[in-house]
T-cell receptor, first 115, second 113 residues
Framework: DAGITQSPRYKITETGRQVTLMCHQT?????MFWYRQDLGHGLRLIYY???????DKGEVPDGYVVSRSKTENFPLTLESATRSQTSVYFC??????????????FGAGTRLSVL | RKEVEQDPGPFNVPEGATVAFNCTYSNSASQSFFWYRQDCRKEPKLLMS???SGNEDGRFTAQLNRASQYISLLIRDSKLSDSATYLC??????????????FGKGTKLSVKP
């Protein structure tokens, strides 16, 4: 059971470059989420998706773009990376109904450094 | 006022100690409550859901006080392996749909031999 996987696990890039972080889940969960985690801020929601082709902004969406053409994939793109986007990025997924509908399962994270 | 507030710690306790974490939330419409655990440089993982009646899972007990908008986590007989950051999480559901999780910044626990 692969669960939810993120790639790459580590990434170093330069200011102004485009970067795409990948997220793949094998559970067929309807919902997927992208968070960033920084010291002093905890986890903050960037974007989320309720289903394929349905996405919505979270708390800190500026500078990021998402897409969801397939249920299992939810890539996050930094169109022009800035140093303030240096962070740890977590992808998560959850089911849409039932007693576990609000429980999110997280990938291992991507550590991104923008130089 | 922050939506979910926790004492950041760190809590440094000896093995076998009982330790309690508290969390307050600002939105009275919050409907679901959880404790997640996050090990250093790892992803958050669900520790337990929190129910109005209180619930227990082995050495862990979670309680919710909706009137005071307060959640607690009690760990009895602490183990070295309990060392981690504990995240208080709340969510609201709009019209029965999925709610977004609001995370506290976490409380760091360090259990010493």
């Amino acid at each position: 059971d692969a669960g939810i996987t993120q790639s790459p696990r580590y990434k170093i890039t330069e200011t102004g470059r485009q970067v795409t972080l990948m997220c793949h889940q094998t559970w067929s969960h309807s919902y997927m989420f992208w968070y960033r985690q920084d010291l002093g801020h905890g986890l903050r929601l960037i974007y989320y998706s309720a289903a394929a082709d349905i996405t919505d902004k979270g708390e800190v969406p500026d500078g990021y773009v998402v897409s969801r053409s397939k249920t299992e994939n939810f890539p996050l793109t930094l169109e022009s990376a800035t140093r303030s986007q240096t962070s740890v990025y977590f992808c998560a997924s959850s089911v849409s109904r039932g007693v576990t509908k609000n429980i999110q399962y997280f990938g291992a994270g991507t550590r991104l450094s923008v130089l | 006022r922050k939506e979910v507030e926790q004492d950041p710690g760190p809590f440094n306790v000896p093995e076998g100690a009982t330790v309690a974490f508290n969390c307050t939330y600002s939105n009275s419409a919050s409907q679901s409550f959880f404790w997640y655990r996050q090990d250093c440089r790892k992803e958050p993982k669900l520790l337990m859901s929190v129910y109005s009646s209180g619930n227990e899972d082995g050495r862990f007990t979670a309680q919710l006080n909706r009137a005071s908008q307060y959640i607690s986590l009690l760990i009895r007989d602490s183990k070295l392996s309990d060392s981690a950051t504990y995240l208080c999480v709340v969510t609201m559901n709009y019209g029965g749909s999925q709610g977004n999780l609001i995370f506290g910044k976490g409380t760091k626990l360090s259990v010493k031999p």
